[in-house]
Antibody, heavy 122, light 107 residues
Framework: VQLLESGGGLVQPGGSLRLSCAASEFTFSNYAMYWVRQAPGKGLEWVSTVSGSGASTNYADSVKGRFTISRDNSKNTVYLQINRLRAEDTAVYYC????????????????WGQGTLVTVSS | DIQMTQSPSSLSASVGDRVTLTCRASQSISSYLHWYQQKPGKAPKLLIYAASDLQTGVPSRFSGSGSGTDYTLTISSLQPEDFAVYYCQQTYSSRYTFGQGTKLEMK
């Protein structure tokens, strides 16, 4: 299993970015996918979930209404569109694969990407 | 949201020691409790899921137990590669939450 994030960078407050996570070596559409972030020197925070088909999504309160998760199963890629960025969104963003086979995969993260850093600063 | 509290926040130990890390949930989470290890600059790694099931490839010196609100991760004999930060996570609620982490340091 390989997960490769991209799309991070330096952005001004109020700006937008789209993060991507390209997956390989497993049947992508059979598993939910997740984004988890980690602010510098801090702990882990679950951000968002997308089901295997993409039909259902879920968000942490801290990002609801500003972030949108989606997936393209034909491209084995999950996305995180992040809008109206704030300083407190500065973090390494990891994508992760669900452990359990199935639409919702249980929220246990068995494989993680290397992360992509988003820095929000003027 | 369900709050997860880990103790201690940091722990100094020596190679060969047996150590136990604790995680407490703000409500019963019915063993929907998982443990991750994170080394500096690296992504977390799943160690234990469903409170006590060892993830494939994880050494048997790691074990988990608990029920209700209280859970533990035990390392039976610390190895040099085990010094890291450990996080617990609950999936009882679909709004997943992590503990703040326990940093395991070499004495």
């Amino acid at each position: 299993v390989q997960l490769l994030e991209s799309g991070g960078g330096l952005v001004q407050p109020g700006g937008s970015l789209r993060l991507s996570c390209a997956a390989s070596e497993f049947t992508f559409s059979n598993y939910a996918m997740y984004w988890v972030r980690q602010a510098p020197g801090k702990g882990l925070e679950w951000v968002s979930t997308v089901s295997g088909s993409g039909a259902s999504t879920n968000y942490a309160d801290s990002v609801k209404g500003r972030f949108t998760i989606s997936r393209d199963n034909s491209k084995n890629t999950v996305y995180l569109q992040i809008n109206r960025l704030r300083a407190e969104d500065t973090a390494v963003y990891y994508c992760a694969k669900g452990l359990w086979f199935g639409e919702h995969s249980g929220g246990i993260f068995d494989y993680w990407g290397q992360g992509t850093l988003v820095t929000v600063s003027s | 949201d369900i709050q997860m509290t880990q103790s201690p926040s940091s722990l100094s130990a020596s190679v060969g020691d047996r150590v136990t890390l604790t995680c407490r949930a703000s409500q019963s989470i019915s063993s929907y409790l998982h443990w991750y290890q994170q080394k500096p600059g690296k992504a977390p790694k799943l160690l234990i899921y469903a409170a006590s099931d060892l993830q494939t490839g994880v050494p048997s010196r790691f074990s988990g137990s608990g029920s209700g609100t209280d859970y533990t991760l035990t390392i039976s004999s610390l190895q040099p590669e085990d010094f890291a930060v450990y996080y617990c996570q609950q999936t009882y609620s679909s709004r997943y939450t992590f503990g703040q982490g326990t940093k395991l340091e070499m004495k």
